[in-house]
C-alpha cells in the first residue's frame, strides 16, 4: 500500500541555518506529493505541493522537488527563522484515490534565535 | 472569509460516554474528511462525507464511531463509549472539488478528545 516515510525530529536549528526535511514515499505510479505545517495549536497548512515528476513547489522560502527515481521530496529552506518552528508533515494522494492524505509521522523544527 | 471550524476545541469524557466533534466547512465547500492523529503519530483518514452521503468510511473503526453531514448544519463525528485510546486529536478537512489535482483540502484547528 501507499506510505510516507519522514525523517524523526526532532530537529533543532539556528536561525539562518540551512533546512531539509526527508521524505520518501512507497506508491504506484505518479502520486501528488504535499507538505504540510502545523503551527502550535492549529490546523495543518498546505505548505506546497507537486504533482508530477520534476516538479518543484516553492512557497514562503521552502522548496521541495518531486524525484520519481529515489521517490523522494525533500523539503528544504535556506535560512529558517524563529518563527518556523512547527511540526512539518509530507504527505500524499495516491492514484487510487483523489482524495485520501496519507501522511507520515511529522518532523518538529525548533528554531532557536 | 472564515476558514474551516470545529468545535469544541477541547473534550474531555470518562470511559463510556458519548463524544460529539462538530466540523463547519468553509463557505462553498461540499466536501468533508475526518482525520485522526494519535500522539506523535501522522494523521489517519478516517471518512469522506458530501452533503447527506458518506462516500469513504474505509478508515472508520467498525464499531462505536459514526459520521453524518447534514442537509443542514455542521458535520458530526460521533464516538459512543469511548475508550482511552480514543484520545487523540480529530482533524476535519473541507474542500471544493474532489478532482484529484485540483482537490486542496484546508483543515480546522482540531478537537482533542481526553478520555478519562
Known amino acids: 500500500g501507499n506510505s510516507v516515510t519522514q525523517m524523526e525530529g526532532p530537529v533543532t536549528l539556528s536561525e539562518e541555518a540551512f533546512l531539509t526535511i526527508n521524505c520518501t514515499y512507497t506508491?504506484?505510479?505518479?502520486?501528488?506529493l504535499f507538505w504540510y505545517v502545523q503551527y502550535p495549536g492549529e490546523g495543518l497548512q498546505l505548505l506546497l505541493k507537486?504533482?508530477?515528476?520534476?516538479d518543484k513547489g516553492s512557497n514562503k522560502g521552502f522548496e521541495a522537488t518531486y524525484r520519481k527515481e529515489t521517490t523522494s521530496f525533500h523539503l528544504e529552506k535556506g535560512s529558517v527563522q524563529v518563527s518556523d518552528s512547527a511540526v512539518y508533515f509530507c504527505?500524499?494522494?495516491?492514484?487510487?484515490?483523489?482524495?485520501?492524505?496519507?501522511f507520515g509521522s511529522g518532523t518538529r523544527l525548533l528554531v532557536r534565535p | 472569509n472564515a476558514g474551516v471550524m470545529q468545535n469544541p476545541r477541547h473534550l474531555v469524557r470518562r470511559r463510556g460516554q458519548e463524544a460529539r466533534l462538530r466540523c463547519s466547512p468553509m463557505k462553498g465547500h461540499s466536501h468533508v474528511y475526518w482525520y485522526r492523529q494519535l500522539p506523535e503519530e501522522g494523521l489517519k483518514f478516517m471518512v469522506y462525507l458530501q452533503k447527506e452521503n458518506i462516500i469513504d468510511e474505509s478508515g472508520m473503526p467498525k464499531e462505536r464511531f459514526s459520521a453524518e453531514f447534514p442537509k443542514e448544519g455542521p458535520s458530526i463525528l460521533r464516538i459512543q463509549q469511548v475508550v482511552r485510546g480514543d484520545s487523540a486529536a480529530y482533524f476535519c478537512?473541507?474542500?471544493?472539488?474532489?478532482?484529484?489535482?485540483?482537490?486542496?483540502?484546508?483543515f480546522g484547528p482540531g478537537t482533542r478528545l481526553t478520555v478519562t
Open positions: 478537512a473541507s474542500s471544493g472539488t474532489s478532482g484529484r489535482l485540483e482537490n486542496e483540502q484546508y
Open positions: 506508491a504506484t505510479g505518479y502520486p501528488s
Open positions: 507537486a504533482t508530477k515528476a520534476d
Open positions: 504527505a500524499l494522494v495516491g492514484m487510487d484515490s483523489s482524495y485520501k492524505l496519507i
